[in-house]
Each structure stands twice: as structure tokens, then as C-alpha cells.
């Protein structure tokens, strides 16, 4: 089955930018999604198809993916940023098709 | 707005039963697949289930395959999962999502709030 790999963890400061990688065998030619996730909350779609963002989700946040590697990108980080993000793709197996997400990686501002 | 409000989360014992429901409200039901994902305490999140907008197809992931049945009521806009042979590992919050598909690529654009299972004895 497919892989989607994420560091646990990302620190940064407020106002510095975060980049969090997810690593899958050539995951350039799959369409990738990063969803934020807050303890207590419903997880919440920020990037969708690499590069776009739905709409109420700030610029700060963008997307892209090539090789090997997709990367979430916040730029000027807040502290309601601080969240766990989580990677996902579709693939297929025997013909059926299934999610899969990253383990997640969690963002703390400093 | 788009609105999700899982139920029927509990605590139940090791090779119990359980039923979800999801009730959806804000879209048309009828139209969008559905999935079932969920969370342990203290890991990531988890996909388990799928069904396409009219429930012709139906896909599980691999740790839930033949123990879990994903459903739904169009006329009711509720999205079920039917949980039998629950283990220790199945404890997890369960969110119900929307499945968002534009131009062949999907994904899920809006989430419930999950309900709580704990399998226990």
C-alpha cells in the first residue's frame, strides 16, 4: 500500500515561515491535500489539488508538490496556526481505490 | 452552511456492536460520496470508509475490511457505519466527511465534529 511519510513535528516562530514535507514514491504525479487539525475540532481542509486554497483559508498557506516530496508552506505564521497537519492522496489497489493520509505533523509557534 | 453531527458513539466491549449515524444538513445529500475516518488517542487520522453518492460502490480500509459496513438513507440525508467484531484498537473519535470531487480529483472538504467510540471491557 502507498505511503505518505511526514516529520512529527515542526517549531517555528511567529512570523517566520513553516514548511511541512510529505515524502511518498513519486507523489508528483498524485494530487495532494493537507488538511489543519485542532484538538477538539474538525479537521479542516487548507490546500486541495497541490495548490489550491478553498475559500476563508488565508494566502498565508500554499501548496506544492513535485518528485518525491509535497510541501505545506505557512508563511508568516500566527499563533492559531499551531495545529497537527495531515497529508492525504488517493491510490488504488486489486482496482479499488483508498485514502491515505500522512501520519501528521505537529506545529507548534514558539 | 454545510453541517455534519455524528452520533451514536458509546462505550461498548471487546466483539460488541455499534452503529454511527451522520446527519447531514446545508447540501444536497444525494449528490456527494461520504467517508468515515477516524482517530486513536494519540495518533493520526485513519481512513475507514467510503460510499459513492447513490451507494453503488462501497470501499473499506484494510483494518476494518468485512467487520464494518458503510451505508446510507438519501431520504433521510443520515450516512451510517455499522460497526460488528469491535476490538480494543477500533477505540477512536469517528468523523464523517464530505467527499468533494471536481474535475475527477477528489477530496473531503467539509468534517463533522466525530462522535467518541471506546471499546472496552
Known amino acids: 500500500s502507498y505511503v505518505l511519510t511526514q516529520p512529527p513535528s515542526v517549531s517555528v516562530a511567529p512570523g517566520q515561515t513553516a514548511r511541512i514535507t510529505c515524502g511518498g514514491n513519486?507523489?508528483?504525479?498524485?494530487?495532494v491535500h493537507w488538511y489543519q487539525h485542532k484538538p477538539g475540532q474538525a479537521p479542516v481542509v487548507v490546500v486541495y489539488?497541490?495548490?489550491d486554497r478553498p475559500s476563508g483559508i488565508p494566502e498565508r498557506f500554499s501548496g506544492s508538490n513535485s518528485g518525491n516530496t509535497a510541501t505545506l508552506t505557512i508563511s508568516r505564521v500566527e499563533a492559531g496556526d499551531e495545529a497537527d497537519y495531515y497529508c492525504?492522496?488517493?491510490?488504488?489497489?486489486?482496482?479499488?481505490?483508498?485514502?491515505?493520509f500522512g501520519g501528521g505533523t505537529k506545529v507548534t509557534v514558539l | 452552511q454545510v453541517q455534519l453531527v455524528e452520533s451514536g458513539g458509546g462505550v461498548v466491549q471487546p466483539g460488541g456492536s455499534l452503529r454511527l449515524s451522520c446527519a447531514a444538513s446545508?447540501?444536497?445529500?444525494?449528490?456527494?460520496?461520504m467517508h468515515w475516518v477516524r482517530q486513536a488517542p494519540g495518533k493520526g487520522l485513519q481512513w475507514v470508509a467510503v460510499?459513492?453518492?447513490?451507494?453503488?460502490?462501497?470501499y473499506y480500509g484494510d483494518s476494518v475490511k468485512g467487520r464494518f459496513s458503510i451505508s446510507r438513507d438519501n431520504s433521510k440525508n443520515t450516512l451510517y457505519l455499522q460497526m460488528n467484531s469491535l476490538r480494543v484498537e477500533d477505540t477512536a473519535v469517528y468523523y464523517c466527511?464530505?467527499?468533494?470531487?471536481?474535475?475527477?480529483?477528489?477530496?473531503?472538504?467539509?468534517w463533522g465534529q466525530g462522535t467518541l467510540v471506546i471499546v472496552s471491557s
Open positions: 513519486n507523489i508528483g504525479s498524485k494530487r
Open positions: 492525504q492522496v488517493w491510490d488504488r489497489s486489486n482496482d479499488h481505490p483508498y485514502v491515505v
Open positions: 446545508g447540501f444536497s445529500f444525494s449528490t456527494y460520496g
Open positions: 460510499i459513492w453518492y447513490d451507494g453503488s460502490e462501497m
Open positions: 489539488e497541490d495548490i
Open positions: 466527511a464530505r467527499r468533494y470531487c471536481s474535475g475527477g480529483i477528489c477530496h473531503l472538504d467539509y
